[in-house]
């Protein structure tokens, strides 16, 4: 029975069905985002060349797996536009069918990067680029709005239509807004929703609707293993696509899960999101769903309704399937209005504000990178180029800064030898200025370098002393390296079967050997 109790106590724990529960405020965040996800779901498979039933099916698959699976309650996956942008070139030159394809080996991709807990990895991006990355996708979600205010043809509104469309956003914008103030009994977003839909619905006003676009009917995602030769051909057209789309998606995902922290103060886990996101992709990809990732806009619609479990991510996709299913013709004459006021307030909501002080405050580099990183996420929609450019920049001005800050104190001990106490780490970086402290010729015979308050990092390091240690011996001077730390002294061991790593060994001054 004992046994029995634990083995129920885990599979609590993994759903985190312990924990208390708003079932109320759960369950009215995941209507509101399910309805949320209809037009994103449409608009982002039309992106991809493929039909709006793809898009939706993605949802319904990414939103329910990791909703159930993954490292972070209350966060939304589904179909998004960053997939799409991958996916779009094989859609067009093969078909859904290699799409489908590449999304399963993209899954497993995830599922392995997983397993091998690189979500860690995540640790090494830097504040100025999560800033840029937040602020670039409120930019692209904003101005992803701005093709509700346009016709059939691409021109802009005008007169009463402009007016209409105008008016029912700015009264949904007002509603999530303002509700807040009055009442949390109900999700303001859900409300805004429910009243535009009412307005529009009473009065017979004529404006675009979720219809306009493309119809969501269909039944239960189909079944089927993608009808792709399983050749070493096919293997090598799909795999660059699946690689990326693996890799944004992990990249957007766990930079959501990130921003959710923050907000909740909360952790969530990094490696387990990455292996449901991969567990859903495969899944995403036989039945017939065109993948996906976490979406931070309908994420944060859900974490700012009060949403913090996983119930609110299952009743979005259950939601949303009910909808293709049943509800299509009611969904499909839901006001764009009321969405778009929404997605705008997402946008509002989602754009990092405080960002902007810091423009005299911090320093240039940083600025540097949150503007670049924030003008490639815009531009050239390309998330993992744009936190990959700003993780590099960043790296190379660390790098930078840390090669100046190298120096040594020097002094001579009672017995005539000289010693140089070396301050920071000594790597590719620094090597010019740690090489410029020593004065070979003038030294005496017996030279002593304290690496205790530095450390040797690389292989450029280890070359560095070795060429020192040469020069020293050529003029019939010894050199001593003393206070190593067990890392550095092991890499100058294992240095050694590759160059010539000429250190003297001298027991008097406990050469290697760490400071007490």
């Given at each position: ?364 580099s940083d600025i540097l990178v949150m503007v670049l990183v924030t003008l490639v996420t815009v531009f050239l929609h390309n998330l993992a180029l744009a936190v990959v450019v700003g993780v590099i920049i960043s790296a190379l001005v660390f790098a930078w800064d840390n090669a100046k800050r190298i120096r040594a104190r020097k002094h001579i001990d009672e017995k005539g030898a000289k010693h140089y106490e070396i301050y920071g780490p000594l790597f590719f970086g620094s090597v010019t ?84």
């Amino acid at each position: 029975m004992y046994f029995k109790l634990i083995g129920m106590k885990k599979i609590f724990n993994l759903f985190n069905l312990t924990q208390k529960v708003d079932y109320k405020t759960e369950i009215l965040s995941g209507l509101t985002v399910a309805l949320a996800l209809v037009p994103e779901a449409i608009a982002f498979a039309l992106i991809a060349g493929l039909s709006p039933l793809t898009g939706l099916y993605a949802a319904f698959v990414m939103g329910l797996v990791t909703s159930v699976l993954g490292g972070r309650p209350g966060m939304i996956s589904g179909a998004t536009g960053a997939v799409a942008i991958v996916i779009v070139s094989l859609a067009i030159s093969h078909g859904p069918e290699y799409v489908f394809a590449t999304v399963i080996l993209a899954g497993v991709l995830q599922m392995l990067a997983g397993v091998l807990k690189l979500g860690k990895l995540m640790r090494l991006v830097p504040h100025p680029v999560i800033f840029g990355f937040v602020n670039g996708l409120a930019i692209i979600i904003f101005m992803s709005q701005l093709a509700q205010f346009k016709d059939p043809s691409g021109a802009w509104l005008t007169g009463q239509s402009l007016y209409v469309i105008l008016g029912l956003v700015l009264l949904t914008m007002l509603i999530i807004w303002g509700l807040p103030k009055i009442t949390k009994a109900i999700p303001s977003s859900l409300a805004a929703i429910l009243v535009v839909f009412g307005i529009v619905a009473y009065f017979g006003i004529d404006t675009k609707t979720v219809g306009d676009i493309a119809s969501i009917k269909g039944g239960f995602p189909p079944f089927h293993f993608p009808k792709v030769p399983f050749t070493l051909e096919s293997i090598i057209l799909i795999f660059p696509y699946a690689a990326i789309m693996a890799g944004v998606g992990l990249i957007e995902s766990l930079l959501t899960l990130n921003i959710i922290d923050e907000i909740t103060e909360t952790r969530g886990r990094g490696n387990k999101e990455a292996i449901a996101q991969g567990t859903a992709n495969v899944l995403s990809g036989m039945f017939s769903g065109m993948g996906g990732c976490a979406m931070i806009g309908q994420s944060l619609i859900n974490i700012s309704s009060g949403a913090r479990a996983r119930l609110s991510g299952i009743v979005a996709a259950v939601m949303l399937l009910v909808f293709i299913m049943f509800g299509a013709g009611l969904i499909e004459k839901m006001p764009m209005a009321a969405l778009t006021g929404l997605m705008i307030m997402v946008a509002i909501g989602t754009f990092e504000w405080a960002s902007l002080r810091t423009f005299n405050r911090m320093p240039k580099s940083d600025i540097l990178v949150m503007v670049l990183v924030t003008l490639v996420t815009v531009f050239l929609h390309n998330l993992a180029l744009a936190v990959v450019v700003g993780v590099i920049i960043s790296a190379l001005v660390f790098a930078w800064d840390n090669a100046k800050r190298i120096r040594a104190r020097k002094h001579i001990d009672e017995k005539g030898a000289k010693h140089y106490e070396i301050y920071g780490p000594l790597f590719f970086g620094s090597v010019t200025a740690f090489n410029e402290k020593f004065d070979v010729l003038n030294d005496p015979d017996e030279v002593i370098i304290d690496f205790a308050e530095s450390r040797v990092a690389d292989m450029s390091g280890i070359e560095a002393l070795n060429k020192l240690t040469e020069r020293y011996l050529k003029v019939g001077k010894k050199l001593h390296l003393k206070h190593l730390s067990p890392d550095c002294r092991q890499l100058l061991h294992n240095a050694n079967q590759i160059i010539d790593v000429n250190i003297i060994e001298d027991p008097k001054y406990k050469v290697a050997v760490d400071k007490i």
